[in-house]
């Protein structure tokens, strides 16, 4: 694994999912699960989040937007969490949203609406 790579990764991992829930998440990881976790932070968050050709709002937008379509309400409730701390408004989430509903249906919409709303109840904007 490159050092440095993961060293990037582990920094804008913290600092789009609190350094908490990412030192929280590592320290869980056994000899089974480590090597994953230490390549998706090298990977995903050095190599995918590690550049400057998109902000950190643009990137979560776009996670928002991916794995809400995917279906995954774990990590789509992750990311809002990281959507909040890169500047994601009530208002643009709710514009994601929308385009979920449009583009994978209105039973995923309704999903999304019931986690985004508990993620913004918790950061009191809502």
Known sequence: MDESLFEKGLSQRKATLGADYVTKNLASAD???RPFQEAMTAWCWGF???DDAIDAKTRSMMN???IGALGKMHEWEVHCNGAVTNGVSVEEIRGIIHVIG???GVPQA???FRVARKVLEEHDML
């Open 110 to 112: 309704l999903e999304c």
């Open 64 to 66: 928002l937007a991916m």
């Open 102 to 104: 449009i583009y994978c």
């Open 31 to 33: 000899d089974f699960t």
């Open 48 to 50: 995918g989040w590690g």
